[in-house]
């Protein structure tokens, strides 16, 4: 079994990081998270807080930007866990250590059938580099035999999703990493 990992927007007084910025204030391109691909960033990225409140060790910025404490980066370690890329960053005003998770993989494992909705770029949408992409994609389901192995990746063609195994699921419920929720896919 895999789950779609989301940020539990459900908690009561939770922080919100905003846009992540670079050393000087200038923002920075937060899709570039996104795709599935080592990154090499300059200097050191910011998020700002804003509110400020309950500091989560799992949450993501307002573009699905996936942050996490020092201690989600230990249990990867400790599980053997190397489809990612930790990229050190500064959450403003707290010190404990966060990273950006950088998932490494992209599989293509949309199961279109299962899912509750999908709709693809036409040409007609006005969007010529996109045609035949995912536009949308709704109750997302995939297929477990094209995942089989993977413990956390980004479905291909719909990099928004940030899916996990279930061993992962439950190694992290474990260690009670906070701000952590699971819908099945």
Same mark, same amino acid.
């Given at each position: 079994?895999?789950y779609l ?30 795709? $599935? ?5 300059? *200097? ?8 400020? *409140? ?53 599989i293509r ?16 949408? *006005? ?37 996990? $195994? ?20």
């Amino acid at each position: 079994m895999h789950y779609l990992l989301k940020d539990d927007m459900r908690i009561a007084g939770r922080w919100h990081l905003r846009h992540p910025v670079d050393e000087h204030g200038g923002k920075i391109n937060p899709w570039q998270f996104t795709k $599935s691909q080592r990154l090499e960033p300059q *200097g050191v990225i910011h998020f700002p807080v804003k509110p400020d *409140g309950l500091a989560l060790e799992f949450t993501q910025d307002a573009f699905v930007t996936p942050v996490v404490h020092g201690r989600v980066v230990q249990l990867f370690e400790r599980l053997g866990i190397q489809e990612v890329q930790f990229i050190p960053i500064q959450v403003d005003g707290h010190a404990e250590p966060y990273f950006v998770l950088n998932t490494l993989r992209a599989i293509r494992c949309i199961d279109d059938a299962r899912c509750e909705e999908v709709q693809y770029w036409k040409p007609e949408d *006005g969007e010529p580099e996109k045609v035949g992409e995912y536009r949308l994609v709704a109750g997302l389901r995939i297929d477990p035999a094209m995942v089989e192995g993977a413990h956390i990746f980004r479905p291909w063609g719909w990099p928004l999703a940030l899916i996990v $195994s279930e061993d992962l699921k439950q190694a992290l419920e474990v260690e009670h990493i906070t701000g952590t929720r699971f819908v099945e896919v």
